[in-house]
């Protein structure tokens, strides 16, 4: 483990920013890790985890510091995913779905805007991303929802599915169409709807096969009215923010994957280091060991990547889409394959629910799924690559 272990200790984090990692890999410790099976058994919302997040104030990560946050690096907020998912993969994904949602607000909002809502979610709000729909999975712009304008209010009409967090959050980011703009791509727009508007309501909860504790819904949008100061810069401006949004998501994907990826190893390492086959521990056979010899370069590559993405958000930089496609498909690819060499390690208890490794490898498949599907990953990175 000392190869990984020094490439955690490289993080350039601030003093500020080590403190709490510290403060988060004890509260996943002691307070995280031990509930997760239970929550992943029952398919409860994990309620005392998020309170136990709040405790400490992590949503402060990402708020800016004028809004009641603490405006601290994209790579400690990735790090902190990290220790979250490795402790509870839908905890981690239940808390990085709020920064998924509330980072559009945060990049575009008006200052009215952000003074409105970003001061509770700084406090321990969630927010949820409402995006999908049956017919706009990839393809965001086959979208059906619609938002009609009418004097100060905004109507909106349709309905999202698969959105997480969506029964619990206290702000819905939602996008959509704008009535009389007739190009698909041109009438995205989005509209910030808070909880318990009338007409809101979910309609279907998802029992998924991993991160069960992560709350999944279908949402209805039946004629929720809004006031226009909801909406997300103008009309039209959907797009851009979407793909800008997408930018920041999907690395956090990718720390959300290495968490599981990091966590399966180190349980199947532990393992093979005291299970016992012929006379030896099953670490010392030759093919076990350049199994591990695969599992751990290919994490610290990852990592490392995962490290060096982060560092160029923080910089500022915007033209991270590649870099960003390449990090989510290779971090859920991983991550797939480490659970499932995971699971082998540990032969027949490795199919069982008394070891966790069954769980992270349920937990890990639908990283190669949302934020964009990894086949559709592997179409933008080959793309960027003609020459125009």
Same mark, same amino acid.
């Given at each position: 483990?000392?190869?990984?272990?020094?490439?955690?200790?490289?993080?350039?984090?601030?003093?500020?920013?080590? *403190?709490?990692?510290?403060?988060?890999?004890?509260?996943?410790?002691?307070?995280?890790?031990?509930?997760?099976?239970?929550?992943?058994?029952?398919?409860?919302?994990?309620?005392?985890?998020?309170?136990?997040?709040?405790?400490?104030?992590?949503?402060?990560?990402?708020?800016?510091?004028?809004?009641?946050?603490?405006?601290?690096?994209?790579?400690?907020?990735?790090?902190?995913?990290?220790?979250?998912?490795?402790?509870?993969?839908?905890? +981690?994904?239940?808390?990085?779905?709020?920064?998924?949602?509330?980072?559009?607000?945060?990049?575009?909002?008006?200052?009215?805007?952000?003074?409105?809502?970003?001061?509770?979610?700084?406090?321990?709000? #969630?927010?949820?991303?409402?995006?999908?729909?049956?017919?706009?999975?990839?393809?965001?712009?086959?979208?059906?929802?619609?938002?009609?304008?009418? +004097?100060?209010?905004?109507?909106?009409?349709?309905?999202?599915?698969?959105?997480?967090?969506?029964?619990?959050?206290?702000?819905?980011?939602?996008?959509?169409?704008?009535?009389?703009?007739?190009?698909?791509?041109?009438a995205i727009s989005v509209v910030l709807v808070e909880k318990d508007a009338a007409g809101l309501a979910v309609t279907g909860k998802e029992d998924k096969m991993g991160l069960r504790a992560s709350s999944t819904v279908s949402l209805s949008f039946?004629?929720?009215?809004?006031?226009?100061?909801?909406?997300?810069?103008?009309?039209?401006?959907?797009?851009?923010?979407?793909?800008?949004? *997408?930018?920041?998501?999907?690395?956090?994907?990718?720390?959300?994957?290495?968490?599981?990826?990091?966590?399966?190893?180190?349980?199947?390492?532990?393992?093979?280091?005291?299970?016992?086959?012929?006379?030896?521990?099953?670490?010392?056979?030759?093919?076990?060991?350049?199994? #591990?010899?695969?599992?751990?370069?290919?994490?610290?590559?990852?990592?490392?990547?995962?490290?060096?993405?982060?560092?160029?958000?923080?910089?500022?930089?915007?033209?991270?889409?590649?870099?960003?496609?390449?990090?989510?498909?290779?971090?859920?690819?991983?991550?797939?394959?480490?659970?499932?060499?995971?699971?082998? #390690?540990?032969?027949?208890?490795?199919?069982?629910?008394?070891?966790?490794?069954?769980?992270?490898?349920?937990?890990?498949?639908?990283?190669?799924?949302?934020?964009?599907?990894?086949?559709?990953?592997?179409?933008?990175?080959?793309?960027?690559?003609?020459?125009?």
């Amino acid at each position: 483990m000392d190869v990984l272990k020094r490439l955690d200790d490289s993080l350039d984090l601030v003093e500020e920013e080590r *403190l709490l990692l510290d403060a988060v890999r004890a509260l996943c410790r002691d307070r995280i890790a031990p509930r997760s099976a239970a929550y992943d058994q029952s398919g409860e919302f994990p309620w005392d985890n998020v309170k136990a997040i709040n405790d400490l104030g992590l949503n402060a990560m990402f708020i800016p510091e004028e809004y009641g946050g603490a405006g601290m690096s994209y790579v400690s907020y990735l790090a902190t995913v990290r220790e979250i998912a490795k402790a509870c993969a839908a905890t +981690g994904l239940t808390w990085g779905a709020t920064f998924h949602a509330v980072k559009p607000v945060v990049d575009f909002a008006s200052v009215e805007q952000k003074a409105r809502l970003l001061p509770r979610i700084a406090a321990g709000g #969630l927010v949820s991303l409402c995006i999908t729909e049956p017919t706009a999975g990839s393809d965001a712009t086959g979208m059906k929802t619609r938002f009609t304008p009418d +004097g100060d209010h905004i109507v909106i009409q349709g309905g999202k599915t698969f959105i997480t967090n969506g029964e619990e959050a206290d702000l819905h980011v939602v996008f959509g169409k704008w009535f009389g703009i007739e190009n698909d791509k041109a009438a995205i727009s989005v509209v910030l709807v808070e909880k318990d508007a009338a007409g809101l309501a979910v309609t279907g909860k998802e029992d998924k096969m991993g991160l069960r504790a992560s709350s999944t819904v279908s949402l209805s949008f039946d004629a929720v009215r809004v006031p226009r100061a909801n909406l997300l810069c103008e009309p039209g401006d959907g797009l851009k923010i979407l793909f800008a949004a *997408l930018n920041k998501s999907r690395p956090s994907i990718a720390a959300h994957a290495l968490g599981i990826a990091r966590v399966a190893f180190e349980d199947a390492v532990a393992y093979i280091n005291q299970r016992r086959q012929s006379g030896r521990n099953i670490i010392e056979f030759q093919g076990i060991q350049f199994m #591990l010899a695969d599992m751990a370069t290919d994490l610290a590559l990852c990592e490392s990547w995962l490290w060096r993405v982060g560092a160029m958000i923080d910089r500022g930089e915007d033209d991270i889409g590649i870099e960003s496609s390449m990090l989510k498909m290779r971090a859920s690819d991983l991550a797939m394959r480490i659970t499932t060499d995971a699971v082998q #390690l540990h032969g027949g208890y490795g199919y069982c629910k008394d070891y966790p490794v069954e769980r992270y490898m349920r937990d890990a498949k639908i990283t190669q799924i949302y934020e964009g599907t990894n086949q559709i990953h592997r179409q933008l990175i080959g793309r960027s690559f003609i020459e125009k």
